[in-house]
């Protein structure tokens, strides 16, 4: 009696192999999971979103009317990045030019140049100048930086400076406005 | 039916990521601007030469006692004066008068010497205020531009004060003052 218990048992135990044996051969399926990364350049927002050089002027002294020493100014553009590698930097910089447009008098100049710069995104710093007239013509300079070779993402400093005024005239009474564009994006003749 | 479910998910999920692909590109643009201000300004410049006197000498012909009528004295210059926004310019002066006989004269005697100041080279009318005169309509003239250049400052017409049958009192030292004055116009 024992013994056929065991022999049934067994017997079980062949039952179940031929339904291991099924199962493993029933079905196999490979589904593609694909997907892409588009390319892209995204710059932070600036912070100031202004910059405000206040009276530029001397008041007093042998520089009266003449542009004063004026401190650099740092605009920042914080979670700025390219995902991809060539990209470049490009900077367009505009003259301050005054908003009285009056015919210029002798003596005087209505613009006030000045120098854009940012040095943490290529190897070398991109910087440029503004070479506006004293009558304002001109205003705009624009350079493009070197190839960065990787993605990268920082947080951009753009950097004002080197303030002057064509042959360092006297400048005319009123409000001036200048602008800085930054562009990032594929390097010329490369990148995405 | 369990394979078509997961082909919907792939095809949501690549619209999905398209979307802000399309919103963005492989390039951005920020800009800032950049203000400052020059205030109206006016700066007086400095007079040209050793000193800013007008040295008129003997004032009267010594052998009459009275004014001489040759009088006269270079002009003096100021260079570097500027505004940086439409101005006026305003001369102003004050008869010579005797420093040491501060009374009253006496009967037949003056005092004081009047003359006429300008400023020129400011405007286009130059700015001129005569001390006998009450009322100094064209002591204050207007410019509608910034300017800088030099400003010439002259006397002239010198007369005795009280008339001309005065004679003047002897003095070591008559004297005036003239002032020219730059105010932006803002």
Not at chain 2, 106 to 130: E, I, L, M, N, Q
Not at chain 2, 170 to 179: E, F, M
């Amino acid at each position: 009696m024992i013994r056929v218990r065991l022999l049934l048992t067994a017997g079980l135990l062949m039952s179940t192999s031929p339904a291991w044996a099924q199962q493993g051969d029933a079905d196999t399926a490979e589904v593609a999971v694909n997907g892409n990364v588009a390319p892209l350049c995204v710059l932070g927002s600036p912070s100031p979103a202004a910059v405000d050089l206040g009276q530029m002027v001397a008041t007093s002294g042998t520089r009266i009317g003449r542009i004063a020493v004026l401190p650099n100014h740092v605009v920042n553009l914080p979670g700025s990045f390219c995902n991809f590698a060539g990209s470049a930097i490009d900077i367009s910089v505009s003259a301050l030019i005054a908003s009285d447009a009056s015919t210029l008098q002798p003596g005087f100049a209505r613009a006030v140049n000045y120098t854009a710069s940012i040095d943490n995104w290529s190897s070398t710093t991109t910087s440029a100048t503004s070479a506006a007239t004293k009558e304002g013509g001109s205003p705009t300079a624009t350079a493009t930086g070197d190839t960065q070779p990787l993605p990268k993402i920082a947080d951009l400093a753009a950097t004002l400076s080197n303030f002057t005024v064509p042959s360092d005239l006297l400048l005319v009474a009123g409000s001036y406005q200048g602008m800085v564009v930054i562009t990032l994006g594929p390097a010329a003749g490369g990148g995405s | 039916m369990k394979t078509y479910l997961q082909l919907a998910l792939v095809m949501l999920g690549g619209w999905g990521a398209a979307t802000p692909a399309l919103a963005q590109s492989d390039s951005d643009t920020k800009q800032f601007t950049v203000i400052g201000t020059v205030p109206a300004l006016c700066a007086g410049g400095t007079i040209a030469g050793a000193n800013a006197t007008f040295d008129l000498g003997v004032l009267v012909d010594t052998s009459t006692g009275f004014l001489r009528t040759d009088l006269a004295a270079p002009a003096k210059t100021i260079t570097g004066s500027f505004c940086s926004i439409r101005s006026t310019i305003r001369v102003e002066a004050t008869p010579m008068t005797a420093q040491t006989f501060t009374a009253v004269p006496p009967s037949g005697f003056s005092r004081t010497v009047d003359y006429t100041a300008t400023a020129s080279g400011w405007t286009t009318t130059p700015a001129r205020y005569a001390t006998e005169e009450a009322i100094h309509t064209d002591a204050t003239q207007s410019r509608a531009t910034a300017f800088t250049g030099d400003i010439t400052v002259a006397l002239s017409q010198f007369s005795t004060g009280g008339g001309t049958a005065l004679r003047l009192v002897s003095d070591p030292s008559y004297s005036g003052t003239v002032t020219v004055t730059l105010t932006a116009a803002d």
